[in-house]
């Protein structure tokens, strides 16, 4: 079983910056071949993909993040970071990172999420 943990959430003003990381407790053969994700869950709306590293370094972003997000990976460290600048208040809800590594091996995992809120 793969557990991922959240960190570096919080409270920032508009314009502003965090850096997400997502630490998996799991072999590296298992998170080297994993893709690696943010989702973003707010109050009263969908989870919606925020942005996704693949196993080979491609990456994806939702519209509204493009140029102010930008997701990265370390896999000597089993873990994901997921840096934002240019914060605004509809990037506001719990981030949570999720592992997979299909279709490689038939592993999932989700971790509990980290708050970030976004308010003058």
């Known amino acids: 079983q793969v557990r991922l943990v959240e960190s570096g959430g919080g409270l920032v003003h508009p314009g502003g910056s965090l850096k997400l990381s997502c630490a998996a407790s799991?072999?590296?053969?298992?998170?080297?071949?994993?893709?690696m994700s943010w989702y973003r869950q707010a109050p009263e709306r969908q989870r919606e993909l925020v942005a996704k590293?693949?196993?080979?370094?491609?990456?994806y972003y939702k519209d509204s993040v493009k140029g102010r997000f930008a997701i990265s990976r370390d896999n000597s460290k089993n873990t994901a970071y997921l840096q934002m600048n240019g914060l605004e208040p509809e990037d506001t809800g719990v981030y949570l990172c999720?592992?997979?590594?299909?279709?490689?091996?038939?592993?999932?995992?989700w971790g509990q999420g980290t708050q970030v809120t976004v308010s003058s």
């Open positions: 999720n592992l997979d590594a299909s279709p490689f091996r038939d592993v999932e995992s």
């Open positions: 799991t072999s590296g053969s298992i998170f080297s071949v994993s893709a």
């Open positions: 590293i693949t196993s080979a370094y491609t990456e």
